[in-house]
């Protein structure tokens, strides 16, 4: 028998050692996971975490964990400021599909006009249509006190019929035989965001990822805002006494997290993605969640964990190719990292006591 018995102060070795407990318990039960379904499971570990990095084919797959890495780091970065706060932005999804919507459509209107200006505007465009998508739960919030997570989640949803809705109609191409889908944008110079050295994966999105977690950094940490936020987080009524205005903090947390997915939507469409399409979305909106808690909600940690998401991507894909796990488990074993992140980071605040049958 065994009991969880509160801790007098958070344990700061587990706050550090449960990514990494988090990780190796991923390992194990993916193992369990692909071995059930008739794969050798150290082989299939091994091709999800060696073979983007060591294998013989690295040198293709080792700039794409810059690719992958680089949108999961720019919506996490955002989520985190939020939910340090206790501000819970669970639609980064749909903030990231209008952010691309917009970039794209802008870029889209200019053309063929070959200009330096049109791609400024289009990561313009990117952020405020990201931002202003989460502004609607802020705003219903802040007026009328609804619940953000259920808010900002179902507008994913309304994101998903508008993306559908563009690639028929408006941004659909009018060259493309009548197929949906907006023109490709990777054929149009001036909207392309194209590797800035060639065949490195280093584009213009993950310089802004880099930015973004230098500028969280020192918001979280030199900056009076910063405070504000973490304190709101830790003790809210102590942040009251304060004077924190919690309105403007609920508008500059989502606005931000908001503005961050749109341009992580627009950096993806102008680039790798090409083009605006039914399926667009791949669901970094979500996976990022996980990669904000895997990181503690601290910038240089997102950056970190939001590469070794982006090794899982990778590797997944090799091993759906040369082993022939099917998508569902890959995504099921991304989806055990945050199972066993909260379920090891109870140990934070519990430990475990041991008792004998029948002890009072």
């Known amino acids: 028998m065994f009991r969880l018995e509160k801790r007098p102060q958070p344990s700061k070795a587990f706050a550090y050692l449960t990514p990494v407990l988090a990780v190796v318990a991923t390992m194990i039960a993916g193992g369990l996971l692909f071995a059930a379904l008739g794969k050798a499971p150290l082989e299939a570990i091994r091709t999800i975490f060696w073979e983007p990095l060591f294998g013989e084919f690295s040198f293709y797959y080792r700039p794409q964990l810059l690719v992958k890495g680089a949108p999961l780091v720019l919506i996490a970065i955002g989520l985190s400021l939020g939910f340090r706060a206790g501000i819970w932005n669970i ?60 808010v900002s989640l179902m507008l994913v ?20 035989f009548g197929f949906p889908g907006s023109r490709n944008l990777q054929s149009y110079a001036s909207a392309h ?29 030199r900056h009076l805002l910063g405070y504000s936020i973490r304190l709101t987080g830790e ?14 903090l609920i508008l500059f947390c989502l606005g931000t997290s908001g503005a961050l997915a749109g341009l992580a939507g627009l950096f993806e469409v102008a680039g790798p993605a090409g083009q605006i399409s039914i399926d667009f979305n791949t669901g970094y909106g979500f996976t990022a969640i996980i990669v904000a808690f895997l ?53 934070t605040n519990y430990r475990i006591r041991f008792a004998q049958k029948g002890a009072a």
């Not at 219903?140 to 997570?149: A, D, R, S, Y």
């Not at 941004?171 to 493309?176: A, H, S, T």
């Not at 090794?311 to 997944?316: N, Q, V």
Request: proline letters at 5%.
């Open 235 to 248: 003790a809210p009524r102590a942040a009251k006494f304060a004077g924190v205005n919690p309105a403007r």
């Open 157 to 176: 949803y309304v994101a998903e019929q508008l993306l559908a809705s563009m690639s028929l109609g408006l941004l659909k191409n009018p060259e493309g």
């Open 91 to 150: 639609g980064a999804e749909g903030q990231y599909i209008v952010g691309a919507i917009c970039g794209a459509g802008v870029g889209l209107a200019f053309y063929p006009m070959e200009s330096w200006i049109i791609f400024p505007l289009m990561v313009l465009a990117g952020a405020i249509g990201g931002m202003l998508w989460a502004m609607i739960p802020a705003l219903l919030k802040v007026k009328f006190g609804t619940n953000e997570i259920l």
């Open 295 to 347: 990181g503690r909600l601290h910038p240089v940690g997102i950056l970190l964990a939001g590469l070794l998401m982006a090794l899982t991507y990778i590797g997944g894909e090799i091993a759906q190719g040369s082993l022939g796990l099917p998508a569902s488990a890959i995504q099921m074993f991304q989806g055990m990292l945050l199972f066993f992140l909260l379920a090891v980071d109870v140990l």
């Open 193 to 221: 965001n194209a590797d800035l050295i060639e065949g490195s994966g280093m584009h213009w999105g993950v310089v802004f990822a880099f930015i973004a977690v230098i500028f969280a950094y020192i918001l979280l940490n």
